[in-house]
């Protein structure tokens, strides 16, 4: 409320109390035990006088604080309310990055980028070796921030590059002659396709195109409560473990194009989420077929 609007408080008109005596009662002849009534006249005997009454007045209390306000001591709420009064933000929103200083960094691996610094966080995309990120130049554990879509994202620090990996010219492949992965029927019969996701499907024909000795793979096993049964994994047999290396190998350089999520070999796990740590050692589950010495599993989007 405003200075010109406040209203100070009313003065009453002193009140006069008038304070009288206690009457007093007759006293009891010795030996009565009758009460005393009052019969609502005033003993004149008793009643004190009007001459020797007190007066007392009630002066309702001056203000706590009389003293001048100054230009210093007067706020405006709406200064105060300044902050307070803006739009108010989205927790749940992912906020446009301001406009802010960065430099250009080059990919030298393909890299995840997440939503925080670590892996704790939330996967959006992989980017390309040799592509080119701008980063602000925090790093918070190994983890840079970078802008990418126009929010802040981050990367592992690690695979980041002041200059550009030199492009591979070397155009020769182990593939088909245009240079890419085999989409063909495989020649030793595709019967394995049945319920596989298109991810799979490309994961078998790639593999037997490049890896004809090997003719025994499995996919769908229905009721399995992991990615066999839903389409999206294939065992892949081989003869030798170093045919096994060889398509771990294959399948891990050509996963974006495959859709691959995760590969699973000889004890050992590689995962998208995971790539900068590499393959990682798994626990032992007893046997050379749980511990996938005697195939390579493959797991796809």
């Given at each position: 409320?405003?200075?010109?609007?406040?209203?100070?408080?009313?003065?009453?008109?002193?009140?006069?109390?008038?304070?009288?005596?206690?009457?007093?009662?007759?006293?009891?002849?010795?030996?009565?035990?009758?009460?005393?009534?009052?019969?609502?006249?005033?003993?004149?005997?008793?009643?004190?006088?009007?001459?020797?009454?007190?007066?007392?007045?009630?002066?309702?209390?001056?203000?706590?604080?009389?003293?001048?306000?100054?230009?210093?001591?007067?706020?405006?709420?709406?200064?105060?309310?300044?902050?307070?009064?803006?739009?108010?933000?989205?927790?749940?929103?992912?906020h446009v990055a301001p406009a802010i200083a960065t430099k250009p960094r080059f990919l030298t691996e393909d890299l995840n980028v997440w939503t925080g610094p670590g892996e704790d966080n939330?996967?959006?995309?992989?980017?390309?070796?040799?592509?080119?990120?701008?980063?602000?130049?925090?790093?918070?554990?190994?983890?840079?921030?970078?802008?990418?879509?126009?929010?802040?994202?981050?990367?592992?620090?690690?695979?980041?590059?002041?200059?550009?990996?030199?492009?591979?010219?070397?155009?020769?492949?182990?593939?088909?002659?245009?240079?890419?992965?085999?989409?063909?029927?495989?020649?030793?019969?595709?019967?394995?396709?049945?319920?596989?996701?298109?991810?799979?499907?490309?994961?078998?024909?790639?593999?037997?195109?490049?890896?004809?000795?090997?003719?025994?793979?499995?996919?769908?096993?229905?009721?399995?409560?992991?990615?066999?049964?839903?389409?999206?994994?294939?065992?892949?047999?081989?003869?030798?473990?170093?045919?096994?290396?060889?398509?771990?190998?294959?399948?891990?350089?050509?996963?974006?194009?495959?859709?691959?999520?995760?590969?699973?070999?000889?004890?050992?796990?590689?995962?998208?989420?995971?790539?900068?740590?590499?393959?990682?050692?798994?626990?032992?589950?007893?046997?050379?077929?749980?511990?996938?010495?005697?195939?390579?599993?493959?797991?796809?989007?």
């Amino acid at each position: 409320m405003s200075a010109g609007r406040h209203r100070g408080a009313k003065r009453r008109k002193p009140r006069r109390l008038l304070i009288l005596g206690a009457l007093t009662a007759a006293a009891l002849t010795a030996g009565d035990a009758s009460g005393v009534i009052w019969s609502g006249e005033p003993d004149s005997s008793t009643t004190p006088s009007a001459e020797s009454a007190e007066e007392y007045s009630v002066v309702a209390p001056s203000s706590p604080d009389t003293r001048t306000r100054t230009d210093d001591d007067r706020v405006s709420r709406s200064d105060e309310r300044a902050e307070l009064d803006s739009e108010p933000l989205d927790a749940g929103a992912t906020h446009v990055a301001p406009a802010i200083a960065t430099k250009p960094r080059f990919l030298t691996e393909d890299l995840n980028v997440w939503t925080g610094p670590g892996e704790d966080n939330t996967l959006l995309t992989v980017l390309d070796e040799g592509a080119k990120i701008q980063a602000t130049g925090r790093v918070v554990d190994g983890w840079a921030e970078v802008v990418y879509n126009d929010k802040l994202r981050w990367v592992n620090a690690e695979y980041l590059s002041t200059e550009k990996p030199e492009e591979d010219t070397d155009t020769d492949t182990d593939t088909d002659p245009s240079g890419g992965l085999s989409d063909a029927p495989c020649a030793s019969g595709s019967e394995v396709e049945d319920g596989l996701v298109a991810n799979g499907i490309a994961v078998h024909r790639a593999v037997c195109a490049e890896f004809p000795e090997v003719t025994t793979y499995y996919g769908l096993r229905p009721g399995d409560d992991g990615e066999h049964g839903t389409g999206q994994a294939i065992d892949i047999m081989i003869p030798d473990s170093a045919t096994g290396d060889a398509i771990a190998d294959f399948v891990q350089d050509n996963y974006q194009a495959l859709g691959v999520s995760e590969i699973l070999w000889s004890q050992h796990i590689w995962t998208v989420e995971r790539m900068s740590e590499g393959w990682r050692w798994m626990e032992d589950r007893g046997s050379d077929t749980a511990n996938h010495y005697d195939h390579v599993h493959v797991t796809v989007y």
